[in-house]
Each structure stands twice: as C-alpha cells, then as structure tokens.
C-alpha cells in the first residue's frame, strides 16, 4: 500500500494516458471507418491533458526532473545553495496553493451557475474539480520536497 500511495501520481498519469490514447484512437478509427465521430472524445481529451500536465508536474517535481539553471547556484556556498532550493519548493507549494484556491473557486462558479459541456451536456464542475485536486497534489508535493530538503 505504501509503494502505491508514493508512486499513485504515477499510477495516475498512467491511467489517464492510457484511457486518453485508446479512446483517441477509437475515435480516429470510428472517424475513419464509419465516417463518424464520437463528440464526447472531443471533451474528454482536453480534460484529460489538464489532468496530466498538473498531476505531470508533482511526478516530475518527486523526481526531481523540472527543468532548472545552476549557473548562479552552482558557484554559490553550500549554505546558499540549500537556501535556493529550500526557495524554489516554498514557490512550488505557493504555486499548489494559488491552483487550489483559484481551482475551487472556479469549480464552484460552474456548479452555482449550472454550467454543462456542450456535447455531453455534463456539468463542467465534474471536471473543473480536477484542478485543485491536481494544486493539492503539488502542496503536498513540494512540502515533502520542502521538508526532506531541510532535513538534510
């Protein structure tokens, strides 16, 4: 259970991108075969790659894969040099927070207003939930960055 809750963005990510390839892909064929496509694809698609790059981004922030320049740092004293990363996760975690926040928010305007998708006719809210699902997974993220980086 613990190895699953450490890699679950992982697991996430690959679901997502699993499910958004073969429903992309049996579209194409639809498309191709039976000259129709199937417009609910067309919705989910896009949800999906927003799910993706937000929980994407506390992968690559676990593994420590975010694109980075150490000109400065590198040349810096060790003590200033764990401040500067110490920095960058606080700015990551203020990041998660301002996605949560503005997140919920967002998802609560679609659901007080009833606003639905045009295709499926779904209530947006369904998936505007999945963007401070995804700022909360940064803040916990880069908290655990945050904490094992002072630790150190």
């Known amino acids: 259970m613990k190895k699953f809750l450490e890699d679950i963005e992982d697991n996430i990510c690959a679901l997502i991108l699993l499910g958004m390839t073969l429903l992309t892909c049996i579209n194409v064929f639809a498309r191709y075969v039976f000259l129709s496509s199937m417009p609910f694809v067309e919705e989910l698609t896009p949800m999906g790659l927003v799910i993706l790059s937000l929980v994407g981004a506390t992968v690559a922030a676990k593994r420590g894969a975010h694109l ?43 659901y007080v207003l009833g606003f639905l998708t045009s295709g499926m006719q779904w209530p947006e809210w369904l998936f505007g939930v999945t963007i401070p699902v995804g700022g909360f997974f940064l803040i916990v993220r880069y908290a655990q960055l945050f904490v094992r980086e002072l630790k150190k």
Do not use: N, R, S, W
Not at 74 to 100: E, N, R, S, T, W
């Open 68 to 110: 980075g320049l150490t000109v400065l740092t590198d040349i810096m004293p060790k003590k200033y040099q764990k401040a500067c990363i110490l920095f960058g996760h606080a700015l990551g975690v203020i990041f998660g927070l301002i996605v949560f926040i503005f997140g919920i928010d967002t998802a609560k305007v679609e």
